[in-house]
């Protein structure tokens, strides 16, 4: 696995593509980019052919532990690891431990074990009952054992410094067996950087996992709605200065656009790709827009929708289940007789062959087909959302910002002036 930039930023943005994915080495992805998130290696609402209809999928797909630790008398049983069973084919598999989309308890990590929630209750894991599972899915990438448990109100420095250590002897402990294990020859092995919200304890925590031989590093603890977006920025900058350039960084936990811009500013090259999910399970589509400013036409006068805005004044970032500015909510009446599709111009199925007032119906019936055609759709959006992103920095827009940072701020620039600096111009709200 190598990570080639074609461009770095002043303050630390990075493009490039990862190559050399996989066990034999022939996938790449862009970066900045995410991960496609299932359940148990299905994306949910989707079948396979679903799936593949839509356009540049990413090359890695992502499962996590807490899914798969309590089928391991099956995997054991099959032997042919996890991708074969999920009838998984060309692509990259990514294993992590924890679902990004769920919040499970706390409170159960020991200096020995962490403990996973699947549907059947707690799974507690030893460093080497996680290997031995690992060994059974059979991951191309995965990342290490961690106790990422810092970021709880009044974590202690103590539990933050004990959090780090943990995680460095679970990782050791993972790099052992890693080595030695032929089941796992050719994966990568991911680090968890830890660390709460102490810069210090941070920046050890990075600087003592890259002196380890891990692929890349996994940013864990930063998830949204439990840090202020500023003090992430700085956290993460903390981070990146300990960390070679040519390894991938990956941050777990978040997804909303605008979030995921201050990470990529910060220096973050990848992400988990659980929000569009979570949206659609909220009934919603994203119908945020991100002309990029070299089209100054369409950014002006391209087809708008009386939603969000207003509709969502009151959204409570804290909460990761509530709506965010970037969607309309398609339960809403409002819907009931409008003929437009979701987003006007978006190529996706849904758009192409289905109106608001169809999936408004959908959804207000209590059809399956509401999440399909949704999932669709904010999948595409995401997806389109993350190439606008690397067009925007390839374009190396940061002058034409800076001016229009300088501007007086009108009613539409305060809608989205929670944007961050240098990228902000390639995504704009929609507003009637
Ligand atoms: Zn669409």
Same mark, same amino acid.
């Given at each position: ?13 990075? *493009? ?30 989707? @079948? ?13 797909? &992502? ?7 309590? #089928? ?20 990259? *598999?990514?294993?992590?431990? #924890? =679902?990004?989309? @769920?919040?499970?308890?706390?409170? %159960? ?24 599972? &690992? ?42 067996? #890693? ?26 925590? $990075? ?11 996994? /940013? ?13 920025? &700085?956290? +993460? ?8 350039? !040519?390894?991938?960084? /990956? ?57 969000? $805005?207003?509709?969502?004044?009151? !959204? #409570? ?17 409002? %819907? ?25 119906? *959908? ?5 399956? /087909? ?28 940061? =002058?034409? *910002? ?10 539409? $620039? ?8 240098? +990228?902000?111009?390639? +995504? ?5």
């Amino acid at each position: 696995m190598k990570l080639e930039l074609s461009r770095v930023l002043q303050g630390g943005g990075r *493009l490039g593509v990862l190559k050399g994915l996989g066990r034999t080495g022939q996938h790449s992805l862009e970066v900045p980019g995410c991960l496609l998130y299932t359940r148990c290696g299905t994306v949910p609402h989707l @079948t396979h052919d679903t799936l593949h209809s839509l356009d540049k999928l990413p090359s890695v797909t &992502q499962v996590t532990l807490d899914h798969l630790a309590e #089928h391991q008398e099956v995997l054991e049983e099959f032997k042919e690891g996890f991708k074969k069973f999920s009838g998984l084919h060309d692509t990259v *598999l990514f294993c992590s431990l #924890h =679902d990004p989309a @769920t919040s499970s308890p706390t409170g %159960y990590t020991t200096s020995k074990t962490v403990s996973v929630w699947a549907s059947g209750g707690r799974v507690e894991l030893t460093a080497a009952k996680f290997m031995a599972l &690992q060994k059974l899915v059979r991951p191309d990438c995965y990342v290490s054992m961690a106790d990422g448990e810092t970021w709880q109100d009044n974590t202690s420095r103590k539990r933050v410094r004990k959090s780090v250590e943990r995680t460095l002897a679970h990782l050791d402990e993972c790099l052992l067996v #890693h080595q030695a294990s032929q089941e796992l020859e050719g994966a990568a092995l991911f680090g968890s950087v830890e660390g709460g919200d102490v810069m210090e304890e941070r920046a050890r925590s $990075a600087r003592e996992t890259a002196k380890r031989p891990v692929a890349g590093f996994c /940013l864990d603890g930063l998830q949204s709605g439990r840090l202020d977006g500023a003090l992430r920025s &700085q956290l +993460i900058g903390a981070v990146v200065k300990e960390l070679p350039e !040519h390894k991938p960084r /990956l941050v777990q936990g978040v997804g909303r656009p605008d979030e995921v811009m201050e990470c990529v500013e910060a220096g973050v090259d990848l992400f988990e790709g659980f929000f569009p999910f979570l949206v659609t399970e909220r009934g919603c589509a994203l119908s945020f827009r991100f002309d990029t400013a070299n089209d100054p036409e369409s950014a002006d006068g391209a087809p708008t929708s009386e939603n969000t $805005a207003e509709q969502n004044g009151d !959204h #409570h970032p804290d909460d990761p289940s509530c709506m965010t500015p970037f969607e309309m909510d398609l339960k809403d009446k409002r %819907y009931r007789d409008d003929f437009r599709p979701l987003v006007e111009g978006c190529g996706c199925y849904c758009c192409r062959n289905h109106k608001r007032a169809y999936v408004h119906h *959908l959804l207000a019936t209590n059809e399956l /087909l509401a999440g399909v055609l949704l999932t669709l759709h904010n999948t595409a959006h995401y997806l389109t959302f993350f190439a606008a992103l690397r067009e925007a920095l390839a374009a190396d827009k940061v =002058d034409l *910002l800076k001016r229009a940072e300088s501007e007086p701020c009108s009613g539409k $620039a305060a809608q989205h002036a929670f944007l961050p600096r240098q +990228i902000s111009h390639c +995504i704009m709200l929609e507003s009637s």
